[in-house]
């Protein structure tokens, strides 16, 4: 008999204990508002009285969304469809109302990703002054197995209207879907063909993932893959302006330091100060050591997120403190106007893509002074070699006589030698293969040519780039070469110049 009792106090201590969990993992409902509001129907007709119907998620309230390559057009044969309808909820019992068209802003169809842009009403008037829900994007960089997570979107079972379900984190996989790595996100929420390109959410409610596909196994298994946050950030940063805060500004605590004028801030050789920047290729807890001053009196610095490190710029103009992220285009910038901040100093995020491009608004940053000794900072430690390896983007510009453009290196996959391999894609979407592996010498070597060359002799761009101090961000020398049938060099021309950036 007390071995009976026993047994049914852990089976209740369990259901209590499940029951728990379930609660806490549950969204809060504005949350769930928030995200219905910002997950939209996008639509195309096919003939013969047929649509292609997927999802897609508002991440600005200007009207952007983050959607599959897949859901706008033929993935395969890299055909957009000519017109793209964008359906919004009303209702929850009810479809959604397809009211808006939408312009292809960009596309990256190797990650099966796009952005649209709502541009007109669905009978080809202009949208005008039009303030979308949007929500917030994550950092999926901090998912681990097991992680709760939400997905919204139109399955199509039951008819299309809005689903919602939850799963767990159940692992990571190469971009083979065989090999290691972060490139695809396994989860085992429910999901249907509708689901594509809809949005997947942590327990902030933050966009962390993009569901992409599902792969059936034996018997009746069955996992479903997203495409994480992080490797949309290539499209979303140089495309994306007025990307919503993640969370209340009010929540980052507050150091406590000595009492001084609330504004300016004093600036000092060898203070650390810890920026939250939320926006484009920039997301991310930066810490920003202040180094001596320059020769305008402006304090140069050195800006750090987790391996990556670049220059920065910390200055005083018109009463407004400025940090400038990056030594070179496109560049960030955090603008600090005027303010009691109690330590704690809030401001809106620029980004300039060019030397005389206006600035473009497209997040926020937080900032306050982690430390006030004064001491001389240390010199960043030469990172050579760059560490190449598949997931990694490159932004890449480069100038010489047959050759001026600038673009995006996707190291998608390894070739016979194990060395990263992907795609380079220009301006106007004209592409290259590219190879970016390190030479006998110790230089990294990024050769692109066209695919497919059909003649023996191919002509080759090679950025070649010596040692350096920072490994994230190279500076190198634009050469030109052809190769014969058997693989040998010949014609090595210096042409130009290169630069090539770590996008994450």
Request: net charge neutral; aromatic share 8%; charged share 20%.
């Amino acid at each position: 008999m007390k071995e009976g009792l026993g047994r049914i106090s852990l089976l209740c201590l369990w259901v209590l204990w499940a029951g728990g969990m379930a609660l806490s993992q549950t969204l809060p409902r504005d949350v769930r508002e928030r995200i219905i509001a910002a997950t939209v129907l996008i639509t195309y007709p096919t003939g013969n009285n047929s649509a292609s119907v997927g999802s897609g998620t508002l991440i600005s309230p200007q009207g952007f969304i983050l959607t599959n390559y897949h859901v706008i057009g033929d993935l395969e044969n890299r055909r957009i469809a000519p017109r793209l309808f964008v359906g919004t909820i009303r209702f929850v019992d009810q479809p959604p109302e397809i009211r808006y068209l939408a312009d292809v802003v960009a596309t990256d169809p190797n990650l099966d990703l796009a952005i649209l842009r709502i541009a007109r009403t669905s009978d080809g008037q202009p949208v005008g002054n039009v303030t979308f829900p949007a929500v917030p994007i994550g950092d999926s960089n901090k998912l681990t197995v097991g992680d709760p997570i939400y997905v919204f979107g139109f399955q199509g079972t039951g008819g299309y209207t809005i689903t919602f379900s939850t799963g767990v984190v159940g692992g990571f996989t190469g971009e083979d879907m065989e090999s290691g790595g972060k490139q695809w996100i396994k989860h085992d929420a429910q999901t249907g063909p509708g689901n594509s390109g809809g949005g997947i959410f942590n327990q902030d409610g933050e966009l962390v993932g993009i569901h992409t596909r599902g792969v059936s196994g034996q018997g009746n298994s069955r996992t479903a893959f997203m495409r994480p946050s992080a490797l949309a950030w290539g499209l979303i940063g140089p495309n994306v302006t007025g990307l919503v805060n993640r969370a209340p500004i009010a929540s980052t605590p507050q150091p406590q330091t000595a009492a001084s004028p609330a504004w300016p801030p004093t600036l000092n050789t060898g203070q650390t100060w810890q920026v939250r920047i939320q926006g484009g290729q920039w997301t991310g807890e930066w810490s920003v050591v202040v180094g001596q001053k320059d020769a305008d009196g402006d304090f140069e610095a050195t800006a750090s997120l987790g391996s990556r490190r670049t220059e920065a710029l910390f200055f005083l103009q018109d009463n407004i403190l400025r940090l400038n992220i990056g030594g070179q285009y496109p560049l960030a910038r955090c603008r600090f106007d005027p303010q009691s901040g109690g330590g704690v100093i809030q401001g809106k995020l620029f980004v300039f893509k060019a030397a005389n491009a206006d600035a473009e608004e497209i997040g926020t940053c937080v900032a306050s002074q982690r430390s006030t000794q004064t001491v001389q900072p240390q010199q960043p430690q030469a990172a050579w070699p760059p560490r190449l390896a598949v997931g990694q983007r490159w932004q890449l510009s480069v100038t010489g006589k047959d050759l001026d453009d600038a673009g995006t290196v996707t190291l998608s996959e390894r070739d016979s030698d194990g060395d990263p391999k992907g795609t380079v894609v220009f301006k106007e979407n004209f592409r290259m293969v590219a190879y970016f592996y390190m030479s006998r010498s110790g230089a990294a070597l990024l050769d692109m040519t066209v695919p497919d060359g059909a003649d023996s002799h191919r002509a080759w761009w090679r950025c070649r780039f010596e040692q350096q101090g920072n490994a994230a961000s190279l500076k190198g020398i634009l050469q030109t070469f052809r190769t014969d049938a058997n693989g040998q060099i010949s014609d090595l021309k210096e042409v130009g110049a290169c630069t090539a950036t770590l996008s994450r």
